[in-house]
Nanobody, 122 residues
Framework: QVQLVESGGGLVQPGGSLRLSCAAS????????MRWYRQAPGKQRELVAT???????NYADSVKGRFTISRDNAKNTVSLQMNSLKPEDTAVYYC????????????????GGQGTQVTVSS
């Protein structure tokens, strides 16, 4: 009912920048919160950034001041601008969203299937 497709990952040197994008599609009335998670090898998935439909943003302490989340409600897209990247930012990044479906029920925690790999290395 909610499909999320991420793009924009890649290999970048420390200190560099990348921009991730995610597009939501499916049978829903609108998207509520949109989020980015990441999962590094051998570690649990962690919440990186959130953008609520009302415009509130939240960030993990580890990325504050370096990452910026943005969204376009009309296009059902969310982006993550990542600057001053560090090797510890290396992970698979996943888009996540809550949606209000056609029947007015709330569909929580929908994840993109593949994620997008971000590798920060010299």
């Amino acid at each position: 009912q909610v499909q999320l497709v991420e793009s924009g990952g890649g290999l970048v040197q420390p200190g560099g920048s990348l921009r991730l994008s995610c597009a939501a599609s499916g049978s829903f009335r609108y998207i509520n919160a949109m989020r980015w998670y990441r999962q590094a090898p051998g570690k649990q998935r962690e919440l990186v950034a959130t953008f609520t439909r009302g415009g509130t943003t939240n960030y993990a302490d580890s990325v504050k001041g370096r990452f910026t989340i943005s969204r376009d409600n009309a296009k059902n897209t969310v982006s993550l601008q990542m600057n001053s990247l560090k090797p510890e930012d290396t992970a698979v990044y996943y888009c996540n969203a809550d949606a209000v479906l056609k029947n007015w029920t709330l569909s929580r925690d929908n994840f993109g299937g593949q994620g997008t790999q971000v590798t920060v290395s010299s």
